[in-house]
């Protein structure tokens, strides 16, 4: 039975290795540090979805921010550019090194 709780398999190794390492103030500075940066990434988010005015609805998981939204197509001639948009097509939106990705999951 190990001495701690098992790190998720989703951490890199140096990461799961070095943090049960670290003493209890520590683990407590990095875990107050942690939820600011999320905190940080929920707001650069916020604002970047925030401006999109095709979203239906955002949804918070613990795979990140799943975004429902319908889009124009670009065809000049599309009844989308009367305001018919298509969709709604699911999203994950994640902020990562100071950008904001959009990566599709599918139609609703």
């Known amino acids: 039975m190990p001495s ?7 951490l890199p190794k140096y990461i799961a ?19 600011e940066l999320l905190d940080y990434r929920e707001k650069q988010l916020s604002a970047a979805i925030e401006t999109d005015d095709t979203i239906e609805s955002v949804e918070q998981t613990n795979e990140g921010t799943i ?11 599309c009844k989308c550019t009367d305001g018919d948009l298509h969709g709604p097509y699911k999203w994950k939106v994640t902020y990562e090194n100071g950008k904001t990705s959009w990566e599709y999951l599918g139609k609703v």
């Open 4 to 10: 701690h709780p098992p790190a998720p398999e989703s």
């Open 17 to 35: 290795e070095g943090v049960p390492k670290q003493d209890s103030k520590s683990l407590r500075d990095l875990s107050a540090w942690i939820e």
């Open 67 to 77: 975004v429902t939204k319908k889009q124009l197509c670009g065809k000049d001639n």
